[in-house]
């Protein structure tokens, strides 16, 4: 780790709790930048009735899988072919079990034959929606959003917020291990997530928090909070940090993040 630390914020969000597959797709700090790596868009929809309901089933004995996707097209060329694999066998994981990449239109037919074969013995109808979206591209990386919604009773369904970022050079993607955690990412997280939140100082945020108070306080003693779970993932604003709800905040809170520019990550 190198001691100094360059860094600009340019833009915060609080992804509001959603309720229904229409509020789903979180509104991403990005735009492409490019569209030299193409995609097509795949859609699966399918709808289920299930042989035998409670009564007080909210979706009416109903399952319900939606997936859209933004699939790699054939590379035109073979500097792009290892990319288009990568992303390929990654979007695979992301819908099926299996380790070994299942392509095209197969994986989204098969990631629904999983659902209605896990989900036709259940009492109540339930609905899972995913969007696989690409976000980002620039000369030296590609990144990819994962926003997915499951909801089966209760007043509203959950989801997580997730993203992913290629390198074009070795096909590899950024983890947290390319970022110098240190403390002054955690207080310039932190102080951004407050921000967004309107609370105005320290001391508010951390008495709403839903951490133990070892985990949101550096060895100085002064409050911070953790870095989020998912790794961040880079758009045109700049790196995206993502807590999923409830990871930090009650649920009403939704998913608080913040994009943050210029951050040292390995190349």
């Not at 239109?105 to 074969?117: C, I, P």
């Not at 909070?225 to 809170?253: D, N, S």
Request: proline share 4%.
């Amino acid at each position: 780790m190198t001691s100094g630390f360059r860094r600009k914020i340019v833009m915060t969000a609080a992804v509001a709790a959603v309720a229904s597959v229409n509020a789903l797709i979180v509104p991403s700090c990005s735009n492409d930048s490019s569209n030299d790596f193409g995609v097509d868009s795949l859609v699966y929809e399918r709808s289920w009735a299930l042989k035998e309901t409670m009564d007080n089933d909210p979706l009416g004995g109903r399952s319900h899988f939606y997936v859209k996707v933004d699939y790699p097209k054939q590379a035109k060329d073979q500097s792009h072919a290892a990319l288009v694999d990568s992303v390929r066998a990654w979007l695979s994981r992301q819908l099926l079990p299996s380790e070994k990449p299942v392509l095209g239109q197969k994986v989204l037919d098969m990631a629904a034959d999983v659902f209605f074969g896990q989900s036709d013995g259940n009492e109540w109808g339930e609905e899972v929606s995913y969007s696989i979206r690409k976000v980002f591209e620039d000369s030296d990386y590609l990144t990819y959003e994962i926003n997915k919604y499951a909801y089966n009773g209760g007043p509203h369904g959950g989801y997580n917020v997730s993203g992913i970022t290629f390198r074009k050079a070795d096909c590899t993607h950024v983890m947290w291990t390319d970022f110098e955690t240190n403390d002054e990412l955690r207080k310039i997280v932190t102080d951004e997530i407050r921000k967004a939140k309107c609370i105005t100082d320290d001391k508010a945020f951390a008495s709403s928090i839903l951490l133990d108070e070892e985990d949101s306080h550096l060895r100085d003693g002064s409050f911070a909070l953790p870095l989020p779970m998912a790794t961040p993932w880079l758009t045109a604003q700049g790196w995206v940090f993502t807590y999923q709800p409830y990871e930090i905040l009650p649920g009403c809170h939704g998913a608080p993040a913040c994009c943050i520019k210029d951050l040292n990550v390995r190349q």
